[in-house]
């Protein structure tokens, strides 16, 4: 079965500082893993994928994550936060029949 | 890609009533699923529609408290039946097209 882990339910950070957000995944088939951003009082957006191919995979405002099989990761990083990213940001795992295994989030508040 | 219309987005519902969900894909789909969001928490998910055919329900999930229609492969309902106060959540409609999945605003639920 897919299961999901974020280690940090909050990170706080200041404007303009590096930031990572962390995602341990468990999969016994193939693994499709994506980040997913949700701002406050929105809908939920893709922000990020990995299918296959190249394990360092970008989003176009400057996020990136890597898929690292052996720690079993996909950690998501910024070199540079802005205010505007304050979100919540969820990582999940494609499951079986396509359904989507999410973390528990991890909420990103950015300090000016 | 797809683009999902929900609705209503947001009720304020007495306990005990039922609510029922829109969901309308611009596109056809096989498959439709229903997550819960329960405040502050991540997505879960309650079943998967597939047309044609009865949903199949999550673990803790039933379909006396949560009916699901899926007439064609555009359209899908929820119901959320003798609604109590733990139903207040956010539910989410999301589509997969090829390995990305695609998520509605939300109806954010309120049961008083």
């Known amino acids: 079965a897919q299961s999901v882990t974020q280690l940090d339910s909050q990170v706080p950070v200041f404007e303009e500082a590096p930031v990572e957000l962390r995602c341990n995944y468990s999969?016994?088939?193939?693994?499709?893993l994506f980040w997913y951003v949700q701002y406050p009082n929105q809908g939920l957006q893709l922000l990020l994928k990995y299918l296959s191919g190249s394990t360092l995979v970008e989003s176009i405002n400057g996020f990136e994550a890597e898929f690292n099989k052996s720690q079993t990761s996909f950690h998501l990083r910024k070199p540079s936060v802005h205010i505007s990213d304050t979100a919540e940001y969820f990582c999940?795992?494609?499951?079986?029949?396509?359904?989507?295994?999410f973390g528990a989030g991890t909420r990103l508040a950015v300090h000016p | 890609s797809a683009v999902i219309s929900q609705k209503p987005s947001r009720d304020i519902c007495q306990r005990g009533t039922s609510l029922t969900i829109q969901c309308q894909v611009d596109s056809q789909v096989t498959m439709m699923f229903w997550y819960r969001q329960q405040p502050g928490q991540s997505l879960t998910l309650i079943a998967t529609?597939?047309?044609?055919?009865?949903?199949?329900?999550e673990s803790g999930f039933v379909i006396d408290k949560f009916p699901i229609s899926r007439p064609n492969l555009t359209f899908s309902t929820l119901t959320v039946s003798n609604m109590s106060p733990e139903d207040s959540s956010i539910y989410l409609c999301?589509?997969?097209?090829?390995?990305?999945?695609?998520f509605g605003q939300g109806t954010r639920l309120t049961v008083v």
């Open positions: 999301s589509v997969a097209v090829t390995e990305e999945a695609f």
């Open positions: 999940a795992v494609r499951g079986g029949y396509n359904k989507l295994i």
């Open positions: 999969s016994s088939v193939s693994v499709y």
């Open positions: 529609a597939n047309q044609g055919s009865e949903a199949t329900y």
